[in-house]
């Protein structure tokens, strides 16, 4: 079993920037990528951004881009997206969530963090 909680939600302005973290732990542990969704009131969970375990190659969605960076901690097992200059339209709860393998899909999730920007 695998487990990933997230961490670093929380409440900023607009413009502001916020880190979220996820650490994933269990006996059978493995990546292929680990990523982060979100999800709005109201609207389907969405893409954010994406990180290859072996490579650290990274994809994001054209709306974050440029303001949002994703990382990864292969000691601690850990994902990280530093989200900077956000927006109101950045709000939602974000997810982390694990590929474990090349043929896999995203097969499991965090429980969810909340993101609040106001205007």
């Known amino acids: 079993q695998v487990h990933l909680v997230e961490s670093g939600g929380g409440l900023v302005q607009a413009g502001g920037s916020l880190r979220l973290s996820c650490a994933a732990s269990?006996?059978?542990?493995?990546?292929?990528?680990m990523g982060w969704f979100r999800q709005a009131p109201g609207k389907e969970r969405e893409f954010v951004s994406a990180?290859?375990?072996?490579?650290?190659?990274?994809h994001y969605t054209n709306s974050v881009k440029g303001r949002f960076t994703i990382s990864l901690d292969k000691a601690k097992k850990t994902v990280n997206l530093e989200m900077n200059n956000l927006r109101p339209e950045d709000t939602a709860v974000y997810y982390c969530?694990?590929?474990?393998?090349?043929?896999?899909?995203?097969?499991?999730w965090g429980q969810g963090t909340q993101v609040t920007v106001s205007s």
């Open positions: 969530t694990t590929q474990p393998g090349i043929r896999s899909g995203w097969d499991y």
């Open positions: 269990g006996p059978t542990f493995s990546s292929y990528a």
């Open positions: 990180i290859a375990w072996n490579n650290g190659a990274t």
